[in-house]
């Protein structure tokens, strides 16, 4: 999971949004298969990335290559949700 600081993410326009999406899938697209983007979820002034990555190296390239910095990394080790209640 990628934590990002960026000021006024929440009233980007579509067009901004656009923009941003295009720059990290041309990153990735450099980068190859050793990462992968899954979605993201904008909130206030913050985005919370999800991606597949082989390391967190792979995520600081690719930072640096789409001109989006990162705030922090963190390694998902579990996912749970609602149904994992009937486990």
Not at 30 to 44: E, K, N
Not at 51 to 56: H, N, R, T
Request: aromatic residues 6%; proline residues 5%.
């Amino acid at each position: 999971m990628i934590e990002r600081d960026i000021p006024g993410i929440g009233e980007f326009s579509v067009t901004e949004l656009c923009g941003a999406a295009r720059a990290s899938n041309q990153a990735l697209a450099a980068l190859g298969p050793d990462i992968q983007w899954q979605h993201s979820y904008v909130a206030g002034d913050k985005t919370f990335c999800v991606y597949l990555a082989k390391d967190e190296a792979a995520i600081k390239q690719h930072s640096e290559m789409s001109g989006i910095p990162f705030s922090r990394v963190s390694e998902v080790s579990q996912i749970i949700d609602p149904l994992t209640a009937n486990n």
